[in-house]
Every structure is written in C-alpha cells, then in structure tokens.
C-alpha cells in the first residue's frame, strides 16, 4: 500500500517493529474507547476545524477489556462506516477521515487491518505482521491514540479532489508482553500533515497526506501515521 496516512509512517512501523522485537525476546525468553468521531452536518458553511469526532463502532463482541503491560486489549470496539462516508460532500470527507483516524487505532490495537483496507484499498498482504503479532500474542500495543485535528473549517474543495491541512498525532501508553525483559515504555510524536482525498466510484479515495513537520518523543523520521 501504500501508506495509511504517511505522515504517520515510521510511527506505526516502529511500533510493529516494537511489538516484533518483544515478541522475540519473549519467545527466546520462554483503551481506552476510541478517540476520533463521526459526520456532523453536510452544510458546505460548517466549521470542522478542531479534533475530529468519530463515534461509530461496533461493540457486539463484548465488554471491552483495556490492555495492560500483562495482557493484550479484548472486544476492542470496531470501526465502522457512518451513513455519510460515501456523500460527495465536506460532511462526507470528514467521516472519511474519522474513519481513517479510527481504523488506524483499531489497527495498533487490535492487530486486526479490516476497516484500515476498507478505507484505503489496500493489499491484505502489507499487514501480514500485524496478523502475525495477533496469532503470537507475544507482544501488544498498551492504549494506542490516533488523532487529528483539523486546522481549517473547511477543506480546500478542486473538482473531485480536497484537501485538509491538520495535526495527526499518534501516541501509546507502551508495548506489553507476558515477558517483563519485552515490556517497553509508551511514546508519542505529532505531525502537521496535509489530508487529501478524491471522491470516485462513488466513495472517497484517501491518499499520503504530506507531512511538514514533526515534533514528540519518537526519533522517527518522515512521516506519522503510515504503513
């Protein structure tokens, strides 16, 4: 795939690489509810600029059970598409970044990358790791929060293509492992990034959102949310 938005990159690639390096060391060895929300009014002379809400998830699995540094997250509550994710509207371009935003959590959190290749099309194959970190169950990711916040109070409208400017953060309590040597700290790193989708086929089309700057506890380089 491409990225899932790439000005989160290395962050969430990092953090695979985390849960794998746990995982190993434990091998050799021996939620928080989601963050982001849902459509507001399809108005055109809306103002969406702030934290973007994102409020429809499937809870039918169960009481959710947050992750420790001792067990990984149970019936984390799912994603799912809001009624006005495919308007070709601003109201439908900011459920699709809702979405987005809360596919990614669920994905550091539950290792599971459904509504992430929903949302952008991509290949099962590129999240083969995270599939396989989920079956170990060596390694997890405690608490992960996927946000964006939104600079503008509407987007950059040409034809069939908007754009956003915006804040992604992406922050996690730490990596847990049933091996305390595999356990490790939480981190955090913000990116101001530049969201940009195009509406085809009659559904919004999300594509790397270009990153301009960063700043938080991760060294990674490029960009935040990508894979």
Same mark, same amino acid.
């Given at each position: 795939?491409?990225?899932?938005?790439?000005?989160?990159?290395?962050?969430?690639?990092?953090?695979?690489?985390?849960?794998?390096?746990?995982?190993?060391?434990? =091998? /050799? $060895? !021996? *939620? @928080? #509810?989601? &963050? =982001? /929300? $849902? !459509? *507001? @009014? #399809?108005? &055109? =002379? /809306?103002?969406?600029?702030?934290?973007?809400?994102?409020?429809?998830?499937?809870?039918?699995?169960?009481?959710?059970?947050?992750?420790?540094?001792?067990?990984?997250?149970?019936?984390?509550?799912?994603?799912?598409?809001?009624?006005?994710?495919?308007?070709?509207?601003?109201?439908?371009?900011?459920?699709?970044?809702?979405?987005?935003?809360?596919?990614?959590?669920?994905?550091?959190?539950?290792?599971?990358?459904?509504?992430?290749?929903?949302?952008?099309?991509?290949?099962?194959?590129?999240?083969?790791?995270?599939?396989?970190?989920?079956?170990?169950?060596?390694?997890?990711?405690?608490?992960?929060?996927?946000?964006?916040?939104?600079?503008?109070?509407?987007?950059?409208?040409?034809?069939?293509?908007?754009?956003?400017?915006?804040?992604?953060?992406?922050?996690?309590?730490?990596?847990?492992?049933?091996?305390?040597?595999?356990?490790?700290?939480?981190?955090?790193?913000?990116?101001?990034?530049?969201?940009?989708?195009?509406?085809?086929?009659?559904?919004?089309?999300?594509?790397?959102?270009?990153?301009?700057?960063?700043?938080?506890?991760?060294?990674?380089?490029?960009?935040?949310?990508?894979?």
């Amino acid at each position: 795939s491409a990225m899932v938005l790439s000005a989160c990159a290395p962050k969430v690639r990092g953090i695979a690489s985390e849960q794998q390096s746990a995982g190993a060391t434990a =091998s /050799s $060895s !021996s *939620s @928080s #509810s989601p &963050s =982001s /929300s $849902s !459509s *507001s @009014s #399809s108005s &055109s =002379s /809306s103002n969406y600029a702030g934290e973007v809400r994102f409020t429809s998830f499937d809870t039918s699995a169960g009481a959710y059970e947050p992750a420790t540094k001792d067990h990984p997250s149970k019936n984390v509550p799912k994603p799912t598409k809001p009624s006005d994710i495919n308007d070709k509207s601003v109201a439908g371009f900011y459920a699709a970044i809702g979405y987005l935003a809360a596919a990614m959590q669920y994905l550091l959190e539950d290792l599971e990358p459904e509504p992430i290749i929903e949302v952008l099309g991509d290949s099962q194959g590129n999240y083969d790791q995270f599939k396989q970190m989920k079956s170990s169950n060596l390694a997890w990711v405690i608490n992960p929060k996927v946000v964006i916040s939104l600079k503008t109070p509407q987007p950059k409208v040409d034809g069939d293509t908007y754009t956003w400017d915006a804040k992604g953060t992406i922050k996690y309590d730490g990596i847990g492992s049933s091996v305390d040597a595999a356990q490790q700290a939480g981190k955090d790193q913000t990116s101001d990034i530049t969201i940009k989708g195009t509406y085809k086929d009659g559904q919004w089309r999300m594509t790397d959102p270009e990153p301009t700057s960063t700043s938080g506890s991760s060294s990674s380089s490029g960009s935040l949310f990508g894979i």
